[in-house]
């Protein structure tokens, strides 16, 4: 069920009138709504992961991407200021014409490849993040690593089994593990590192894999699960959370 479109309208909005370049996705109104900031991977644009953040709005979520550090040499650190910003933004601001609002207690960050060891750094001491989710984690400077062992909120990590770029074993597993707070760790055996990602870009040519519409279907669920679970206590589908789920292996801690 969690894999379509949820029952909300979905509104698309640019941070660029807030001061921050990139994209927001929101629910056509509510108030008192959870929000995310999301972080993109090495060189990738945030226009590769409209999808997820369309379905997280369409299941009543404030979904941001920040757009900023797309080079060749990123600032992890830069790029985690930008997504504390955004998150900020969202819990401080009204969307749609004042007809949306966030909940700043029911907020969270996440991120995909570099962008999901950003989210960490960017999680670190943050009094409105309650939850973090990363997606083929990579190890950033400052150290991702470092900054799981800080968090204690709960933190879903989602691994791909054919990674060549952030192989698994090397990034987020020891990510994984090294969590402060409650810790969730889905493997997809059959996803590599772009698998996650939609759409064509020149960087294809040199990251290995290629997107794959099942592992985009599958992810979608998993973290629109977990993120209505953390944010907004919602039980009903807490089985995605803990559960099993063909086509993944779970660690829980």
């Given amino acids: 069920m969690l894999s379509r479109p949820g029952p909300h309208p979905v509104l698309r909005g640019d941070l660029g009138m807030v001061g921050i370049p990139g994209i927001v996705f929101a629910p056509e109104e509510g ?27 369409s299941w009543g979520i404030v979904a941001a991407a920040p757009s900023s550090h797309k080079g060749v040499l990123p600032s992890n650190a830069g ?9 900020d933004v969202c819990a401080g601001v009204r969307l749609g014409d004042g007809r949306i609002s966030v909940d700043s207690r029911q907020t969270a960050i996440m991120g995909h490849g570099i962008g999901g060891g950003s989210a960490l750094l960017a999680a670190v001491g943050h009094p409105r993040v309650a939850a973090v989710v990363t997606i083929a984690a990579a190890q950033t400077r400052p150290s991702a690593l470092d900054a799981s062992r800080e968090i204690t909120v709960p933190a879903l990590h989602i691994a791909a089994g054919r990674d060549m770029v952030a192989p698994a074993a090397g990034h987020a597993e020891p990510i994984s593990a090294a969590a402060g707070g409650p810790m969730w760790l889905r493997t997809l055996p059959k996803a590599s590192h772009t698998g996650f990602l939609d759409g064509r870009h020149w960087s294809d040519l040199i990251l290995a894999g290629r997107p794959d519409a099942k592992v985009r279907r599958l992810t979608k669920a998993l973290v629109t699960a977990f993120l209505l ?14 559960g099993k789920v063909p086509g993944t292996t779970l660690v829980t801690r």
């Fill in 79 to 87: 790029f985690a200021a930008d997504l504390r910003t955004t998150i």
């Fill in 31 to 57: 108030l008192g709504l959870p929000a995310v900031a999301f972080g993109h991977d090495w060189l990738q644009p945030v226009e590769r992961y409209a999808d997820l953040l369309r379905h997280l709005a």
């Fill in 229 to 242: 679970t953390k944010l907004c206590d919602e039980d009903r589908v807490a089985s995605l959370v803990d």
